[in-house]
C-alpha cells in the first residue's frame, strides 16, 4: 500500500470521529426525532449522501458529480431539518432558503463549469485509488457540516426567537457577499468565454478591487448566516460558530486562495502587468 493510502486510511476515521463530535455537541438543546437528535441526524445524512454517490463514482472514475453533490447535501439537509423541526419560526425559514439558495446557484455553476471543462485536475492522482477517493467524499460530508452548522443548529435548536437585530444585519451581510460571489463569477465566467482574452488573467470589475472577490463573498455570506443564527445559540450549541471560521480559514489557508495564487504565479509570475496588478490589489478585501 502506498504512503498516500495509507495516510488516508487513517484519516479517514478521524474525520468521521470530528463529525460524530459536532453532531454531539449540536444536538444539545435540538429538537428530537425517534429518539435520535435531528442535528445529529443531518449531520449523519450529510456523510452518507457522499459515500451513496461516491460509489458509481469510484467505478465510473469521474468527478464530475462531487461539486453538485455538494450542493444537493446542503439543500437535503437543510430542507429535511426544517421539514422534521417542529413549531418552524421565521428564523429557521430565513436560514433554509438563504442556504438553499447560495446552493442552488453555486451548484449549478460548477456544474456548469465542470461541464465544459470535462474534468477537474485536482483528481486525476485521487481517482485510482479507492481510500484516498472515499477519503475526499468523506471530507466533503464534514464540509457540508462545519459549513452549515449554523444553520442547522438554529434550525434545529427547541430555543426560538423572533426576527431582531440580528436577523436583520445578518441578512444584509449574506446579501452583500452572496452579490458579490454572483457577480464576481459571473465577470470571470464572461472574461474567459471571449476569446480575445485566452491566455490572460482578469483585472476588471470587481476583480480589479480583489484577486478573489468570489471568495471574500462566499466568506461574508456564511459569515451573515451566523449572524442570523447567533441569538438562539445556547451551551455546546456554540459550536456552530464554527461555521464562518471554517470557511475563512479553508478559503485563505487550504483549498482556496493559496492554490489559486500558486497556479497563477506559475502561469503568469514574472510578467509586468500581472506582478503590477499582484502589488496593487489586495489577495482578498477588496480596496475601496
Not at 459549513?147 to 437585530?165: C, G, N, W, Y
Not at 441578512?171 to 480575445?196: C, T
Request: net charge positive; hydrophobic share 50%; charged share 15%.
Amino acid at each position: 500500500m502506498k504512503k498516500s493510502d495509507r495516510i488516508a486510511l487513517i484519516t479517514l476515521p478521524i474525520i468521521i470521529l470530528i463529525g460524530i463530535l459536532v453532531a454531539l455537541a449540536g444536538s444539545q438543546g435540538g429538537i428530537m426525532l425517534g429518539g435520535m437528535p435531528l442535528f445529529a441526524l443531518s449531520v449523519g445524512l450529510a456523510f452518507v449522501i457522499q459515500w451513496l454517490v461516491f460509489i458509481p463514482a469510484y467505478f465510473m472514475q469521474t468527478e464530475k458529480f462531487f461539486d453538485i453533490t455538494g450542493s444537493i447535501t446542503y439543500i437535503s439537509i437543510t430542507l429535511a431539518a426544517l421539514f422534521f423541526s417542529a413549531d418552524v419560526d421565521a428564523r429557521s425559514m430565513l436560514l433554509a432558503a438563504l442556504v438553499v439558495i447560495w446552493a442552488v446557484r453555486l451548484g449549478t455553476f460548477l456544474f456548469s463549469r465542470i461541464q465544459k471543462a470535462g474534468k477537474d485536475d485536482r483528481f486525476d492522482e485521487i481517482k485510482p485509488s479507492f481510500v484516498r477517493f472515499l477519503n475526499v467524499w468523506t471530507i466533503q460530508g464534514l464540509w457540508v457540516t462545519f459549513t452549515a452548522a449554523a444553520a442547522l443548529v438554529a434550525i434545529t435548536s427547541t430555543h426560538r426567537k423572533e426576527l431582531d437585530l440580528f436577523a436583520g444585519i445578518g441578512f444584509l451581510v449574506w446579501i452583500l457577499g452572496f452579490g458579490f460571489e454572483v457577480v464576481a463569477d459571473s465577470q470571470k465566467g464572461r472574461f474567459n468565454a471571449d476569446p480575445k482574452n485566452k491566455g490572460k488573467f482578469i483585472q476588471t470589475g470587481l476583480w480589479s478591487r480583489s484577486r478573489h472577490p468570489n471568495y471574500f463573498g462566499e466568506i461574508v455570506l456564511w459569515l451573515g448566516v451566523a449572524i442570523i443564527a447567533l441569538p438562539v445559540l445556547q451551551g455546546w450549541q456554540w459550536v456552530a460558530m464554527i461555521s464562518p471560521i471554517f470557511v475563512t480559514l479553508l478559503l485563505t489557508r487550504v483549498s482556496g486562495v493559496p492554490l489559486l495564487e500558486k497556479k497563477s504565479d506559475a502561469k503568469w509570475g514574472g510578467q509586468k502587468d500581472y506582478e503590477e496588478y499582484k502589488k496593487n490589489t489586495p489577495v482578498l478585501i477588496p480596496k475601496l
